[in-house]
């Protein structure tokens, strides 16, 4: 059934529902941009978070980026040349009058950052807003995580955005700094969860409009960052249950805003952790002879463990072994009793990931052996690779192509970093992309730097693309 004119415009945002089950909310009369007031009573969106700024990269209308007009013909986002109101014509409505709010959001949230395990007030906010526009949004049972269904039908398709933030400081000069001593949103997870709630209050827009054909699961998944991690959480509280797919965007700084990095196969490592303790025999550096040389068997596994590792596995699987921490002994003339190596070990290959504890362990024993030592190994597993389907890229490739134009789709580069988004990519088909961010004439940043921050525009582009995503997966056959 076709929608009415009035598109998102005329959809009514249920202000006056009650949310005393989401955590620590507070009631406002009014879906305003004092965002803050509705979300806690410590929060406030002063003056100083006006989204108004002398920085021209920070807040700027859509059309003044330069990516050619949203949609393309025969897609779900398409303009009808019969004056039909259409999913593309709802989207650009709902920006143009939603978009500095999104920015507002944004900013509250990066100048209130949640570490991993504590994102209580973010949850809330993000629960709030859903339920503005007569979602019903569901609190993990720790309250600090949301997972809200938009539409109906059998099909479902998953988007992921996480919200905590990092134990760093803000060093920015800007008016939406950190609040938070030590802490703040370095790697983009307030851009991802404001991103994520844009496409679901547009999707609700357009389930409310018969225009959707299926269900989209918005998951906002806690401790992307910190162990216990977030993502098998969610898994156990049926973020994937029935989801065919499921997708995410990534800040990425290094792609300037407006496109957007695909990658099939592997775009980001497995990131475990090995921690190498030693015992043995000290005594005086001056008759090494009556000890066990402690320092000396340390430094044959920093170096020669991972020289060996690299001879022992297939190099396109992309291994890595650094060593970052080296502890042992304190007086130039002692040789000590115990020292203790720490390392990451990165693997792009899912299958080399599986193999590599063992491996690891056996090399680093043999190093040891023969230099009278003991050695105590505590392989650490942290995340997998994540693999990015061919078949959930592809419908990724096609939906940007349409949301902001083929043209810019660039190809994502491999990062060594981890991601969480590994464990749902184990379950389902899925595909992360990377969402330029960069600011034109700034000073390349990147990801957890105290200075971190994006081009604001890009949230535009992302709230396009995750929208086009989700209509573009439920076109595409299914299962």
Not at 122 to 135: D, S
Not at 370 to 383: A, K, L, W
Request: net charge negative; glycine share 10%.
């Amino acid at each position: 059934m076709a929608a009415s004119e009035g598109g998102l415009s005329s959809y009514p945002y249920a202000a006056e529902r009650s949310y005393q089950g989401f955590r620590d909310a507070v009631l406002s009369d009014h879906h305003q941009n004092e965002v803050a007031q509705r979300h806690h009573r410590r929060f406030r969106l002063s003056e100083s978070h006006s989204i108004h700024s002398d920085r021209e990269f920070d807040v700027t209308s859509a059309s003044m980026l330069a990516v050619p007009p949203p949609g393309g013909p025969g897609s779900p986002l398409s303009e009808s040349l019969s004056g039909e109101v259409t999913a593309q014509g709802c989207l650009d409505r709902w920006l143009a009058a939603r978009g500095g709010h999104l920015v507002a959001i944004r900013r509250h949230i990066h100048a209130h950052p949640e570490l991993s395990h504590q994102e209580f007030q973010t949850a809330a906010l993000v629960a709030q807003e859903l339920a503005a526009v007569g979602l019903e949004p569901r609190l993990l049972a720790g309250g600090n995580g949301v997972i809200c269904e938009v539409g109906s039908g059998d099909r479902v398709i998953a988007l992921r955005a996480d919200l905590d933030a990092l134990p760093l400081p803000d060093t920015k000069n800007v008016p939406y700094r950190s609040t938070v001593p030590g802490v703040t949103h370095a790697c983009g997870h307030d851009v991802h969860t404001t991103m994520l709630l844009g496409a679901g209050q547009v999707l609700a827009q357009l389930a409310a409009n018969d225009m959707l054909t299926g269900r989209v699961r918005l998951l906002f998944q806690p401790a992307e960052e910190h162990a216990p991690l977030g993502a098998p959480q969610m898994i156990a509280a049926g973020a994937l249950t029935d989801a065919e797919m499921i997708f995410a965007l990534h800040c990425a700084p290094h792609i300037p805003t407006g496109y957007v990095g695909i990658r099939p196969g592997p775009i980001t490592a497995a990131s475990d952790l090995v921690e190498v303790r030693l015992l043995g025999r000290g005594g005086h550096t001056a008759r090494p002879h009556l000890t066990a040389d402690l320092v000396h068997a340390l430094g044959r596994v920093v170096v020669d463990a991972p020289a060996l590792l690299a001879r022992r596995v297939d190099p396109r699987a992309g291994v890595s072994m650094v060593f970052g921490a080296v502890r042992a002994g304190e007086a130039p003339n002692t040789i000590p009793i115990e020292g203790v190596a720490r390392a990451t070990v990165r693997v792009l290959s899912r299958e080399t990931w599986r193999q590599v504890p063992d491996l690891v362990t056996q090399l680093i024993r043999d190093v040891v052996a023969g230099t009278g030592v003991e050695v105590e190994i505590n392989y650490i597993r942290g995340v997998p690779p994540v693999i990015n389907d061919p078949t959930a890229t592809a419908v990724a490739t096609a939906a940007v192509g349409v949301a902001l134009g083929p043209d810019r789709v660039v190809e994502a580069e491999i990062s060594m970093g981890g991601e969480d988004f590994a464990f749902y990519a184990e379950q389902v088909p899925a595909s992360m992309l990377r969402l330029g961010t960069g600011i034109a004439g700034a000073e390349p940043l990147d990801i957890h730097q105290s200075n971190f921050d994006v081009d604001e525009r890009s949230i535009d582009c992302g709230v396009r693309v995750l929208v086009q995503t989700a209509l573009t997966a439920l076109a595409t056959p299914g299962r």
